[in-house]
């Protein structure tokens, strides 16, 4: 047997307090981190230091940037390398004021070479580039994988990707001082997972928070060819509405472009940002810059990539304008629904709780609701100035279209359940001296004289393909009972309208 003395005995007790400490941070995770190094440098862009800060020097002399007034929300950004890209990049880059503020920089791209379910978060360490180390938000990282299913970290997935590398050099050298980034990887190209994706990071997509979305766009095709996909494309993004992005990048897709593999290396990071600014009615996306591979030296005109810079920005909102978020659109056509079902089957009149109502719903404003059987209009009624709230206005006019529309026989209990509900949120009436003021598709018109009148929605110049002088003569002869030239000397108003509906249900 081996004695030891007291003095033995504290310092063994020590040793292994610390071995133990060690072993349970260890395995907590909580102090060992990766930092992931450059992989791409020396191949996409500099590998030196100095180098790469000569090139970005040059880039951003040569860029094109725009002036927001309102703050950058995201940026669509391609990751080429410098050589064919830069010049977009550093534009994009640099319509940010280099002293904004932001408190995270998400960066999504879409996955090159691994696939797998969901999305990949970063959040082990930093990235380092050439120009030094740029900070992960490392807790926010774990917290979106901790309450995403859809989200986690898998390292293989940011190992060899160079579509969030290629971003940070030019974010390194914009900021004056540089806020964290959130990089992620999209691992599954499908609608799904950029609607999942757009979920979990809907609540952090504000201008507090700058989105870099990482993307090239056509691949392939001759110059001329790519010009004018990337443009049907861009021209998409700018609609901010995902459902007619996808469908662009199908149409683009079947008109079988010579060598054309994809309209957008991309698309669900793209995608995943419509669906997350499609909730934002104060979001406007612009295009900065585009060029293709073509336009440098080295490019190949027969077979080119093309790269836009878009801006996603904050439009400060007119004091006057009537702004609906996505939870208020939604809420409205619940109320108007209620109201229908309610009133055809029971015979009376719906009452909402009020103290439910997003606060929107209870400023006074204009609206019709329209009655859809298929395509068929089944029942439309509006009122322009109301001095009641929307939500009152919304349950009247569907009362209205329902039972009082004078083309139509009151609704039938048997018919509601193949009606879907459209809402057109009405702008306060603007009176214009000329029809040179009038914008065929953005305003929708009112015409009144000798107490005739009549109104057409601005969705109708749509819907019917009428020029604008077809467009004032049919509302003239046809709604307000005028003649086809009676707009001519009556008195012109226009309005906007913010216009969402229901799924068609035939």
């Not at 030891?4 to 907590?28: D, E, H, K, W």
């Not at 919304?394 to 279209?401: D, R, Y």
Request: net charge negative.
């Amino acid at each position: 047997m081996i004695l030891m003395s007291n003095t033995q005995i504290r310092r063994l007790c020590l040793i292994m307090v610390l071995i133990c400490g060690a072993f349970l941070s260890y395995g907590q995770g909580t102090e060992s981190t990766v930092n992931r190094a450059p992989a791409f440098a020396g191949s996409f862009y500099p590998a030196g230091r100095d180098a790469l800060s000569s090139n970005l020097d040059q880039l951003f002399s040569q860029a094109s940037p725009m002036e927001f007034e309102g703050t950058i929300q995201s940026l669509i950004v391609p990751h080429a390398g410098y050589t064919y890209s830069g010049i977009v990049a550093a534009s994009a880059f640099k319509s940010i004021p280099p002293d904004a503020a932001y408190k995270n920089i998400f960066i999504i791209a879409s996955s090159h070479r691994e696939q797998f379910a969901g999305a990949s978060v970063y959040n082990v360490g930093n990235y380092m580039t050439p120009l030094g180390e740029v900070e992960v938000n490392r807790e926010l990282g774990l917290a979106l994988a901790a309450q995403n299913k859809t989200i986690s970290y898998q390292p293989k997935a940011h190992d060899r990707e160079h579509s969030i590398e290629v971003q940070l050099p030019f974010l390194q050298y914009h900021f004056k001082d540089l806020p964290p980034i959130v990089p992620i990887v999209m691992g599954s190209s499908t609608v799904a997972a950029a609607r999942d994706l757009a979920a979990a990071l809907h609540p952090y997509f504000t201008p507090e928070n700058l989105f870099i979305i990482s993307s090239d766009f056509s691949h392939y095709p001759a110059y001329q060819d790519a010009v004018r996909i990337d443009r049907l494309t861009a021209e998409a993004i700018e609609k901010k509405d995902p459902e007619n992005f996808y469908n662009t990048l199908r149409k683009n897709s079947r008109e079988a472009v010579p060598n054309l593999v994809t309209s957008t290396c991309g698309w669900s990071s793209i995608l995943t940002m419509l669906y997350m600014a499609d909730a934002r009615e104060n979001l406007k996306v612009t295009p900065i810059l585009y060029r293709n591979s073509g336009d440098s030296r080295e490019g190949d005109r027969e077979r080119v990539v093309g790269y836009w810079a878009i801006a996603g920005h904050v439009v400060d909102p007119d004091p006057g304008a009537f702004l609906l978020g996505a939870d208020d659109k939604k809420a409205l056509l619940e109320l108007s629904r209620t109201t229908l079902q309610t009133y055809v089957e029971e015979g009376r009149i719906y009452q909402p709780v009020l103290q439910a109502l997003p606060t929107a719903l209870k400023r006074p404003a204009g609206a019709f609701v329209s009655l859809y059987t298929g395509k068929r209009l089944r029942g439309c009624i509006g009122n322009f100035n109301p001095d009641e709230p929307l939500y009152f206005v919304v349950q009247e006019m569907t009362i209205a279209a329902a039972s009082r529309d004078p083309r139509f026989a009151p609704v039938e209990a048997p018919e509601l359940e193949y009606i879907h509900i459209e809402i057109s949120v009405l702008t306060p009436l603007h009176k214009i001296n000329s029809i040179d003021e009038f914008q065929l598709g953005k305003h929708g018109i009112y015409i009144s004289k000798d107490g005739k009148s009549g109104t057409y929605l601005p969705q109708v110049a749509e819907d019917t393909g009428w020029s604008k002088e077809e467009f004032l003569g049919h509302c003239s002869r046809e709604k307000a009972g005028l003649g086809w030239d009676g707009w001519k000397s009556a008195d012109l108003y226009t309005y906007e309208a913010i216009v969402f509906r229901e799924e068609n249900k035939e």
